[in-house]
């Protein structure tokens, strides 16, 4: 077993800043519940007393984990950051320890307030990885709390380089061509097509795409928003296209329904699980049924690195096939947390996101982090540099806050 990490000196959070973020796109993103041209989002900055600063990010989505912009800001500002300023850690392993324990630490907490945890996990694991001087790769990897222990992992990083899928989301045709156009220059190998609004335009436009994107694999993710009769008759006609996967076909209320269609086509296609899943006992009424659901692990709304590691090993441990998902909008700082998570787990089927500003009209720090050609995005910087590998600018980082907060040690809030 190897030896913990300790700080020397002791990590001591000595401030904090708590941003509320909006970021515009550069092309709208739509799909069946929700329609986009910009992002709304949290980002926290903790700073520990030799001056190092960790990132943290979330989206919060009422839709996926039931929390909103509001919800989460409260949560963090009158419970968690308060508790947090001034806090010292002694190695690697008390902050491993405080964030596995994260809701009985703050028990005014509910224990589905999963955006609060992704929050503190991302900036906290960064600053560890920033005073250390080390690659969080390689911290989470050594020690004898390594989260995927029991799976045989013991290399810091499973894969060098990621293969990224494109996203269709729902639009005009004018819209859509712009996105053809970016995908086709970049020669993308996998493809999602939202789906849920009107299944004869869906399939005629999957058709399309499929001869833009001669060599590509295909799957769809209607949102939640099909009934159990639209998603037995869109299903077998998207198999019959070739599409290699069903996510949230069902909103995620409707469990009577997803035991039926699981019985049905389960054994035809991965049904993935997206708002539907947000920790293991989400799984429950599935499992216990003998069902095999497929997996979207998305960090934000899976409690953070930590949290989304450890769903990952029980879903191997079950059989369960699983990919990197992402938020739509999402910054360097959640790229860099769902990278790390697929390169240390190795396996994932696919993975979404690192659309940097392709997509967002600036990202954080510059050049942007995003795939190149044909999706291929290397994890050189998770292995060689600290952290989470960040280069926050802060005057872009100011620039595209509507609101700041600020905690500092002895309790000084402004």
């Known amino acids: 077993m190897m030896s913990d990490w300790p700080?020397?000196?002791?990590l001591q959070i000595s401030a904090i800043r708590l941003f509320q973020t909006e970021i515009p796109f550069q092309l709208s993103f739509n799909h069946a519940t929700q329609q986009r041209a910009a992002v709304t989002g949290i980002v926290l900055q903790l700073t520990s007393a030799?001056?190092?600063h960790g990132f943290g990010e979330v989206l919060p989505r009422p839709y996926v984990s039931g929390e909103t912009d509001a919800s989460v800001l409260a949560a963090l500002g009158e419970v968690v950051l308060p508790a947090l300023a001034g806090r010292c850690f002694a190695s690697v392993g008390a902050v491993r320890h405080y964030l596995g324990n994260f809701y009985q630490q703050h028990l005014a907490l509910a224990p589905t307030a999963s955006c609060v945890r992704t929050a503190v996990d991302l900036a906290l694991l960064d600053l560890a990885g920033q005073c250390l001087q080390q690659p969080l790769a390689r911290l989470l990897a050594d020690g004898p709390v390594h989260a995927l222990s029991e799976t045989g992992i013991t290399a810091p990083l499973q894969a060098e380089v990621l293969q990224y899928s494109g996203t269709y989301g729902l639009g005009?045709?004018?819209?859509?061509?712009?996105?053809?156009?970016?995908?086709q220059a970049l020669d993308l190998q996998a493809f999602k097509l939202k789906v849920g609004v009107n299944l004869d335009a869906e399939l005629a436009l999957l058709r399309t795409l499929q001869q833009a994107h001669l060599?590509?694999?295909?799957?769809?993710?209607?949102?939640?928003a099909w009934s159990l009769t639209q998603a037995r008759a869109a299903i077998p006609q998207l198999l019959a296209l070739g599409v290699q996967?069903?996510?949230?076909?069902?909103?995620?209320s409707?469990?009577?329904g997803y035991l039926a269609l699981f019985a049905e086509f389960g054994d035809a296609v991965?049904?993935?699980?997206?708002?539907?899943f947000c920790r293991w006992s989400d799984l429950d009424y599935l499992l216990n049924a003998g069902f095999q659901p497929a997996l979207n692990l998305r960090v934000s709304k899976c409690g953070g690195i930590l949290s989304t590691l450890a769903l990952a090993t029980q879903a191997r441990q079950h059989g369960l096939l699983y990919q990197l998902g992402a938020q739509v909008g999402e910054t360097v700082i959640l790229t860099r947390a769902g990278q790390l998570v697929a390169a240390m787990l190795g396996d994932?089927?696919?993975h979404e996101g690192a659309f940097g500003d392709y997509l967002l009209s600036h990202d954080l720090q510059q050049p942007s982090l995003r795939f190149g050609a044909q999706g291929v995005l290397t994890t050189e910087a998770l292995q060689s540099e600290p952290g989470l590998a960040l280069h926050i600018d802060p005057a872009v980082l100011n620039d595209c806050s509507r609101h700041c907060d600020s905690w500092f040690v002895g309790g000084i809030h402004g």
Do not use: H, T
Not at 7 to 10: K, R, V
Not at 172 to 183: C, G, H, K, S, V
Not at 215 to 224: I, L
């Open 215 to 224: 060599q590509a694999s295909w799957r769809v993710d209607a949102n939640g």
């Open 245 to 252: 996967s069903i996510e949230q076909p069902l909103a995620a």
């Open 172 to 183: 005009d045709a004018a819209l859509q061509r712009r996105y053809q156009q970016a995908y």
């Open 254 to 256: 409707d469990k009577a």
């Open 348 to 350: 994932c089927r696919y």
């Open 270 to 276: 991965p049904l993935m699980l997206d708002e539907s």
């Open 7 to 10: 700080f020397q000196p002791a």
């Open 50 to 52: 030799c001056g190092r």
